[in-house]
């Protein structure tokens, strides 16, 4: 991650604003709100404008990855695309049981606590892809949102930030 926020700081973030640059980053799968927070510090940016923009940033595509998964992934298996579809629902199904061990709570837990393959985007592919109700889902990842904000407000301008001065 810290090659691609460098990558980011020193190419299209030169051409941004901080805040865009945060919200943005926020919004990949994969940086998501982690990355966000992480770039926020880089940039000096105040801790509540950095988690302001990260969770915005992080909030905006998951009701569109709710509600138009299955139909992207239809139209994706009819245009030659079910190989990536097939790996996208691999990996959805290789974290469900994580998340249904503990229903709600799971989903929340799965995406707050900010390891490698976790976070918004796949809980929202795991929620869309299993058909979970639609409100507990969104309920979830909100919360499971804020609570990787806190985990990784704490990392990013406590932990991180004692190194950065």
């Known amino acids: 991650m810290n090659g691609f926020l460098e990558w980011w700081m020193s190419g299209i973030g030169q051409h941004i604003s901080s805040e865009l640059s945060v919200f943005i980053v926020s919004m990949i799968p994969l940086i998501e709100e982690r990355g966000g927070l992480i770039l926020a510090r880089l940039l000096d940016l105040p801790i509540w404008t950095g988690v ?74 795991v929620a869309s892809v299993f058909d979970m109700d639609l409100k507990k889902a969104s309920l979830s990842i909100l919360i499971g949102i804020a609570l990787a904000a806190v985990i990784m407000t704490t990392l990013s301008y406590g932990v991180i930030g004692a190194f950065l001065g």
Not at 79 to 99: D, F, G, M, T
Not at 112 to 125: D, R, V
Request: hydrophobic share 45%.
């Open 52 to 125: 302001f923009w990260a969770v915005c940033g992080n909030i905006l595509p998951i009701p569109f990855i709710l509600l138009l998964l299955k139909k992207i992934f239809r139209w994706m298996s009819s245009h030659h695309l079910s190989r990536i579809v097939e790996k996208l629902e691999e990996k959805a199904a290789k974290n469900k049981p994580k998340i249904d061990k503990y229903g709600f709570w799971g989903l929340t837990l799965f995406v707050g606590i900010p390891l490698p393959g976790t976070g918004a985007w796949t809980g929202s592919l």
